[in-house]
Each structure stands twice: as structure tokens, then as C-alpha cells.
């Protein structure tokens, strides 16, 4: 899990390179399950807000 690996040595992006573990945040599985379950939510939500707006405000044409 990316969120859960702590940032390699000598790595500025993640990146474990060719034999190295990729990591980023080193978080615990709470945080990593929390975080993924926030993106997903996030995932879903923006559209339909997107929708909403484009409904209500912009009208069918202007948002196409």
C-alpha cells in the first residue's frame, strides 16, 4: 500500500526504484483505510455535485 510505506531513502517522489519498495506517507492501516475511503467518497460525490450545478444553474446547453 502506497500510503502505508514510509518515502524510500534518497527518494524525493515515492519511488522505490527498480528493487525498492514504493512509499509515500507512512501512515497505519486507520489512516490508510480512512483516507482511501475519503477518495472514494470523494469519487462519487463530485459528480453528482457536478451534476447539480450544471441542472440548476447553467441549464442543459450551456453545460454541454
Known amino acids: 500500500n502506497h500510503i502505508q510505506q514510509p518515502l524510500p531513502p534518497r527518494s ?3 519511488a522505490g ?3 525498492g519498495q514504493s512509499g509515500a506517507l507512512g ?3 486507520n489512516m490508510s ?4 475511503a475519503f477518495y472514494q467518497f470523494w469519487a462519487y460525490i ?7 450545478i450544471a441542472d440548476t444553474y ?3 446547453y450551456k453545460t454541454i
Open 12 to 14: 524525493r517522489t515515492g
Open 17 to 19: 526504484g527498480a528493487t
Open 27 to 29: 501512515a497505519d492501516q
Open 33 to 36: 483505510t480512512g483516507l482511501t
Open 46 to 52: 463530485c459528480p453528482i455535485a457536478g451534476a447539480y
Open 58 to 60: 447553467w441549464g442543459r
